[in-house]
């Protein structure tokens, strides 16, 4: 398969087969991160700019990580220490940055949709790293891929996400990734933090968190978006945690083998306790070494396509 895409936007607009070639191709690059000298010269001369309005650990790090074990040149800016601070827009702080010629831009922004302008007004590649609450590509390509290391397909499972997932760019993008495959999604929360229509996606919506794990193969649990007014749609967060807060009680319900994964940052005795977080069926730090993979991926194939 060629990939001929420019950017990288959000999960609805990639096919299944672009969503396995992602996969696929990130498979290939996990390998480099475990060796002694961890680069290639796959993308020796190109230029990789990070441009976060909003806080990350994971995104920024593993992208940048993911640059420059292929030779990559990385610039990483963040609002706080741009010219944004003095009133620059963010279309004049793109184009000012594209005026100094860097291949491909990774941007976070509270902003639904500002990837999307950037990628109309850029002639580079843009990467969405998270735009408000409508999607996360890369956390929902790294989160599938995961699933298919430790189950070996995503096909046939129950997969169950739990939380805030009105406000959740991670869920709306794994939702979008999951609906390719023949497996059942389960989303659970407080009525306030379910989007309605959800069967309507084919989605199945539980409002009890034991019935919801009830043999699952995966849980997917999500933080309330506090940055996003979450916590204005519970009547509290120690209430929220009583119910829906994961406890190793929890996990007795689901299937033997049955993994956890949070796409970070965790709020630990809220939505996750501390013994399922560090607990065996965890693979929370997987999916952020995987992360680096599947951004590896990403840059090689936007930055190796046929223009
Ligand atoms: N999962 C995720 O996006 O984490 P960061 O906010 O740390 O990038």
Redesign the pocket.
């Given at each position: 398969m060629n990939w001929t895409k420019k950017d990288l936007l959000g999960i609805t607009e990639l096919s299944k087969e672009e969503i396995l070639f992602v996969l696929d191709t990130a498979e290939s690059f996990k390998e480099i991160s475990q060796r002694d000298i961890k680069k290639v010269p796959t993308l020796r001369g190109k230029t990789v700019i990070t441009l976060f309005y909003e806080?990350?650990?994971?995104?920024?790090t593993s992208f940048e990580i993911a640059a420059k074990r292929l030779s990559a040149d990385t610039i990483n800016i963040s609002a706080s220490t741009s010219s944004y601070v003095k009133g620059e827009t963010l279309k004049d702080t793109a184009k000012n940055l594209e005026a100094m010629n860097p291949d491909v831009t990774i941007i976070r922004h509270s902003m639904p949709g500002a990837p999307h302008m950037l990628a109309r007004i850029l002639d580079s590649s843009v990467v969405n790293g998270?735009d408000g609450a409508h999607e996360?590509p890369t956390?929902a390509l790294l989160d599938a891929y995961t699933i298919r290391e430790k189950k070996g397909t995503i096909d046939g499972l129950k997969i169950v996400i739990v939380g805030d997932i009105i406000h959740s760019r991670?869920a709306r993008s794994n939702i979008f990734t999951l609906r390719n495959f023949d497996s059942e999604i389960v989303c659970c929360g407080p009525p306030t933090m379910l989007p309605p229509h959800m069967e309507e996606l084919g989605i199945k919506v539980e409002y009890n968190l034991k019935k919801a794990i009830h043999n699952a193969d995966v849980i997917m649990m999500l933080r309330i978006q506090k940055e996003r007014g979450g916590v204005s749609y519970i009547p509290s967060v120690k209430e929220y945690s009583a119910f829906f807060g994961l406890t190793g009680e929890h996990i007795m319900n689901a299937k033997k083998d049955v993994i956890i994964m949070h796409?970070?940052?965790m709020n630990r005795g809220v939505e996750i306790m501390d013994d399922v977080a560090d607990g065996p069926y965890s693979v929370i730090l997987e999916q952020v070494e995987n992360g680096v993979a599947v951004r590896m991926a990403i840059l090689y194939l936007l930055l190796g396509r046929e223009k």
């Open positions: 806080p990350s650990t994971r995104t920024r998270g996360h956390q991670v796409p970070g940052p």
